[in-house]
């Protein structure tokens, strides 16, 4: 099974700052997925594919990496980006999610 | 407009058998594959399993002997069971269409809770 670790577990950003999230897999993975939730609702893609944004994504939002190490990046912090976020492989079966990343708005 | 949606029982004894129907509208079943996640109260996201859009199916090592992932292509409906539960098995039951790449369409959930 493909562990991944994502850090950090939680982290707080204030409006207009950097934010990054890195996620590492145990094995080499083909791509990266990544999710947002955000509380009582269900998880909605957000990166697939590494890199490629889903549907109205904002631009902010960024992925990079490749084989074992991902990570995700907002360039601008926004208030509405408040969420948890998941990385998530599917290279090989059992599929596996990150921990997940709290991000708060400060 | 695709949609899916969760139903089954809010209240599992321990030891009993959880029944859950995914209800699909929008795609066909035998088109696209979809999983199942969950996710106990406060934490984070786990795959179940997945049964393909051939009719094949995978799962969750760690669940694997306890779950069953099948489906009626005429009703479009997708069915997770699971025996054996335990209070850990507790949580957020959610099914999913896999997409370009990813879960692109994901149900509502239906939140269980296993208790006496």
């Known amino acids: 099974e493909i562990v991944l670790t994502q850090s950090p577990t939680t982290m707080a950003a204030s409006p207009g700052e950097k934010v990054t999230i890195t996620c590492r897999a145990s094995s080499s993975v083909s791509y990266m997925y990544w999710y947002q939730q955000k509380s009582g609702a269900s998880p909605k893609p957000w990166i697939y594919?590494?890199?490629k944004l889903a549907s109205g994504v904002p631009d902010r939002f960024s992925g990079s990496g490749s084989g074992t190490s991902y990570s995700f990046t907002i360039s601008s912090m926004e208030t509405e980006d408040a969420a948890t976020y998941y990385c998530h492989q599917w290279s090989s079966t059992p599929f596996t999610f990150g921990s997940g990343t709290k991000l708060e708005i400060k | 407009q695709v949609r899916l949606k969760e139903s089954g029982p809010r209240l599992v004894q321990p030891s009993q058998t959880l029944s859950v129907t995914c209800t699909v509208s929008?795609?066909?079943?035998?088109?696209?594959?979809v999983s199942w996640v969950r996710q106990p109260p406060g934490k984070g996201l786990e795959w179940v399993g997945a049964i393909w859009k051939g009719g094949s199916t995978d799962y969750n090592s760690a669940l694997k002997s306890r779950l069953s992932i099948s489906r009626d292509t005429s009703k479009n409906q997708v069915f997770l069971k699971m025996n054996s539960l335990q209070t850990d098995d507790t949580g957020t039951y959610y099914c999913a269409k896999h997409g370009r790449g990813s879960y692109d369409y994901w149900g509502q959930g239906v939140m269980v809770t296993v208790s006496s």
């Open positions: 929008g795609f066909s079943v035998t088109s696209y594959h």
């Open positions: 594919e590494t890199s």
